[in-house]
């Protein structure tokens, strides 16, 4: 029994094993048959993004310069004299009008000196009054006489000399009064005080830095351009600047004619319209846009590919006789960049179509197709 139990299992896995042996055939036989038909079919080409060319004559190049604040004057002030420092009027940050009085002087040696020449002035005065009233006589005398010419000659001389002493001690007298006011340090222009350096009871000598002085009313910039922008602009024109995220309406006040010879920049000086939120020294900015003129064509960044020698390569559409395009390859000089967008030129001819995105899905020489939606 066990016998017949097993030669019966055997004969039913072998009639299995033979029936999955022939369902694998003819599986493969419909797969095969599956690729014929699909061998048959002729090739789709593949659809791509184009875009046809058009000339350009020039392109607009956007600059951004950077510049400071500053005022319009800006002076060191100091004593032309030395002395003790009796009194410094202004503090720093403080807003002075012109003429005002910054610091002074002690005076009392000089305030002395002037007595005692104004002293000695009135003593050759008298003497000066003696001598020509002696003059006088001998002039009366000698006509009648009784005097010689030398005496005379004495008289006159006599005066002659004190008038000269005279004039030498009016000229000591203004000296003291021109010591006197450069004693008191006054404001060049209204402004605003910066740095001080100096207190009262200072001993200083002439030169010695007091306080600087800013012009707060008539704000500037300086710039640094590149010679093609400098070049672009005029004596008066007016242009906007932004300092702090703030705009400005500044005038072009001078171009300097020389390069900066670190920079290799030119030096424009603009005025500032009204009173800035900046303070001097911060940043301010110059955009401005000057036009190329050059012969070429804006692309899309995503249509080149970096070619050899500083070149770059774009795909182009050649049609078919049969409706279709065949892939072409051009050689551009990149001349501008503008965000996503590139000018260039090479052997590209307007009315050419170019492959405008999706470049790495195709090759040259193969055929292709418009994509949908480009007539």
Request: aromatic content about 4%.
């Amino acid at each position: 029994m066990n016998r017949l139990l097993r030669t019966s299992f055997i004969a039913l896995v072998a009639v299995g094993f033979l029936a999955s042996l022939a369902g694998g055939a003819a599986l493969l036989h419909l797969r095969a048959a599956q690729s014929k038909v699909e061998a048959a079919r002729p090739f789709a080409p593949v659809p791509v993004a184009s875009l046809v060319l058009e000339a350009a004559r020039s392109y607009d190049v956007a600059e951004r310069f950077v510049g400071r604040l500053e005022p319009a004057q800006q002076a060191r002030i100091a004593f032309e004299r030395s002395g003790l420092v009796t009194a410094v009027a202004v503090e720093e940050g403080e807003v002075v009008s012109a003429d005002a009085v910054i610091a002074t002087l002690d005076t009392a040696i000089l305030e002395v000196e002037r007595d005692r020449l104004l002293g000695q002035r009135k003593q050759v005065t008298a003497s000066l009054e003696l001598a020509r009233l002696t003059e006088g006589r001998q002039r009366v005398l000698r006509d009648r006489g009784h005097a010689s010419e030398q005496r005379l000659d004495e008289a006159r001389l006599g005066a002659v000399a004190l008038e000269g002493e005279l004039a030498a001690l009016d000229a000591a007298i203004r000296r003291i009064d021109v010591d006197l006011d450069k004693s008191v340090v006054r404001a060049p222009f209204g402004g605003r005080i910066g740095a001080r350096f100096i207190d009262t009871g200072s001993v200083v000598d002439a030169g010695t830095p007091v306080v600087d002085i800013l012009e707060t009313g008539r704000p500037q910039a300086r710039i640094g351009l590149s010679p093609e922008a400098a070049a672009a602009l005029t004596p008066g024109e007016v242009v906007g600047l932004s300092a702090n995220g703030r705009n400005l309406q500044a005038r072009v006040v001078a171009i300097r004619p020389d390069l900066t010879t670190a920079t290799r920049t030119v030096s424009v000086l603009f005025d500032v319209r009204g009173e800035p939120a900046a303070k001097f020294g911060d940043t301010v900015e110059l955009r401005l846009s000057r036009p190329v003129v050059a012969e070429g064509f804006w692309l899309p960044i995503s249509a080149l590919s970096e070619g050899e020698r500083g070149l770059w390569s774009v795909l182009t559409l050649q049609p078919d006789d049969n409706g279709t395009f065949r892939i072409g390859q051009e050689t551009v000089e990149l001349l501008h960049t503008a965000g996503d967008r590139v000018f260039v030129r090479g052997t590209l001819r307007a009315g050419d179509r170019v492959v405008a995105n999706g470049r790495n899905r195709v090759v040259p020489g193969q055929q292709v197709s418009l994509a949908a939606g480009e007539g």
